[in-house]
């Protein structure tokens, strides 16, 4: 008969799988801490893949080599982004000289203009003054900006070599994708390996349609901008058109807000009379492109609901960084397809709550069917 007295005979092996659960949680946990830096360069990679795929497919579809439509469409990439870093630095360098060069005539312009419209007795001297003694050496440290865009990370070297890192990786699992995809499937069961491939497959073609609808629409809004900037007289148009172009794009949901603020503000400093033809172009912009390039453009590539986009930004921002913020919004448009695909929809029960909701869906429809004029 068993002595109750003693533990059960479990126990001793209970506490020791409890003893190793432990250790190997913190190994793992101190292992994925030292390739964090790794982990996200796979992740980046992962999804440039993603994104340089789809160009890929479209080249060897038409008789290239997968290996040659890869080198191009990377070597395309890299000339673009090279160009954009080159221009933007030498941009800002440029526009900031300018801007601390015209500063005391800026502020005196809109002092003039704000005495004269509200009968103001603003005085500026002491700011034109302050502002004339630092002039020279702001303007040196503008010139020392192109030399540091490159150093945030403290070290050039380490970014250059993340960026062939991440080259290299998103190379290989695009040149090498069928492969890659075959080797994953073979140790997989049919039902599972129909499941892995509709997901990548959807992967794909959600973050390339993410990515090439947005460069399309910053392209037409940067060209856009570009062209009102110059003719109303703004300062640094075509500066402040990348900036709209890409921002407006590429943040969510308040992208806009942030882009055209800086147009708006430095229009208002230059002559306060064009910061009333900034705004009302921002406006009628905006309603073009909601109204008709980007239902045309995003129709087909990623559908997501402007509070999911903010709430991923933010979430994918506090793991990992600005990279996360960037990498969020394709992720949470693949994820939404994938329960959207494999999600079962039931009738809907009747309710006074829903009876509400089809009420407010109705007026949503209706004024979306029939904008506002201008």
């Known amino acids: 008969m068993w002595d109750e007295s003693r533990p059960p005979r479990w126990f001793k092996r209970g506490v020791l799988d409890v003893v190793v659960g432990i250790a190997v949680f913190f190994l793992l946990r101190a292992m994925l801490i030292r390739l964090q830096d790794l982990l996200i360069i796979l992740l980046v990679s992962l999804f440039l893949s993603f994104a340089a795929e789809p160009a890929v497919d479209w080249l060897e579809a038409r008789g290239w080599r997968r290996g040659r439509a890869t080198g191009l469409v990377f070597f395309v990439l890299a000339v673009m982004g090279s160009v954009l870093i080159f221009v933007m630095v030498n941009l800002v360098v440029q526009q900031v000289r300018t801007l601390v060069e015209d500063a005391p005539e800026l502020i005196r312009t809109a002092t003039r203009w704000i005495n004269d419209r509200f009968n103001a007795k603003i005085t500026t001297d002491s700011i034109i003054d302050r502002l004339q003694q630092y002039q020279g050496e702001l ?66 073609r959600k973050t390339g349609g993410y990515l090439y609808s947005r460069l399309l ?18 300062p640094s148009p075509l500066a402040l058109a990348f900036w709209l172009g890409v921002v407006s794009q590429f943040v ?91 999600l079962n929809r039931h009738e809907v029960i009747e309710s006074g709550l829903l009876e509400a909701l089809d009420t407010v869906d109705e007026v949503s429809v209706e004024t979306t069917s029939d904008p506002p004029t201008q």
């Open 252 to 342: 969510p949901v308040i992208g806009t807000y942030i882009g055209g603020a800086l147009p708006l503000l430095i229009s208002l400093l230059n002559e306060p009379a064009d910061a009333l033809w900034v705004l009302a172009f921002l406006a009628l912009y905006q309603q073009i492109e909601n109204y008709l390039l980007a239902p045309r453009v995003t129709a087909r590539t990623m559908a997501i609901h402007p509070a999911v986009a903010f709430g991923s930004a933010i979430a994918g921002a506090n793991l990992i960084g600005p990279v996360g913020a960037l990498l969020a919004l394709p992720a949470a448009a693949i994820i939404q397809a994938f329960i959207s695909s494999y």
């Open 217 to 234: 629409l910053a392209t037409v809004s940067g060209a856009a901008s570009w062209i009102a900037f110059s003719i109303i007289g703004v």
């Open 139 to 204: 303007a040196s440290t503008a010139g020392d900006v192109g030399g540091r865009v490159l150093s945030v990370t403290n070290s050039v070297l380490a970014v250059v070599f993340q960026l062939f890192t991440v080259a290299l990786f998103s190379f290989y699992m695009v040149s090498d994708g069928p492969r890659l995809r075959r080797t994953i499937c073979s140790v997989l069961p049919p039902e599972r390996q129909r499941m892995v491939l509709g997901l990548w497959e959807l992967a794909i």
